[in-house]
């Protein structure tokens, strides 16, 4: 979980909560309805391509892993925050569909780096792609204004 949300959740616990106007209230539903079509969108978007929405986001993190062109199981079980052995079995399927390879660890041979195959570049650019129009959709119809409540909560939790 990234460090925003968890001190977020820590600071939520700890301290009291300010007062949320019905306004707020408005902006957070309305965030959570534009994630949920956001989401139900990747859905549908992975699903006509014949993968998985699972599949689409491990292709996702392999290509956008900070700094290297692969990553190993436990570090896209992280970013999935998913068990080690479902990415396995999830990589194990891209790799029947010729999305991305396994190979041994360049300085620990017990490791597995995980790196795309050229159809699984090409995939996820495309759904990338598609993917960013849908969320500049999603920024030009306000959506981006629902985020502020939740920073706004965040900063008053810290002063």
Not at 34 to 56: C, D, K, M, N, V
Request: hydrophobic share 40%; proline share 3%; net charge neutral.
């Amino acid at each position: 979980m990234n460090s925003f949300f968890v001190s977020l959740c820590h600071s939520l616990s700890t301290m009291t909560v300010p007062v949320l106007s019905k306004q707020d209230f408005e902006r957070l539903a309305d965030f959570r309805y534009r994630l949920r079509q956001f989401l139900r969108f990747s859905e549908e978007l992975a699903q006509e391509h014949g993968i998985t929405p699972l599949q689409y986001l491990l292709l996702l993190q392999v290509q956008g892993y900070p700094g290297r062109e692969w990553a190993t199981v436990a570090e896209l079980a992280e970013r999935l925050q998913s068990h080690h052995h479902s990415v396995v079995g999830l990589i194990k399927r891209c790799e029947e569909q010729e999305l991305l390879k396994k190979t041994p660890g360049r300085q620990d041979g017990r490791q597995v780096e995980i790196s795309l195959l050229p159809k699984g570049q090409e995939l996820v650019a495309k759904l990338a792609a598609l993917h960013r129009e849908e969320l500049l959709l999603l920024k030009d119809l306000g959506g981006a204004q629902s985020l502020d409540l939740l920073q706004n909560i965040h900063r008053s939790l810290q002063s």
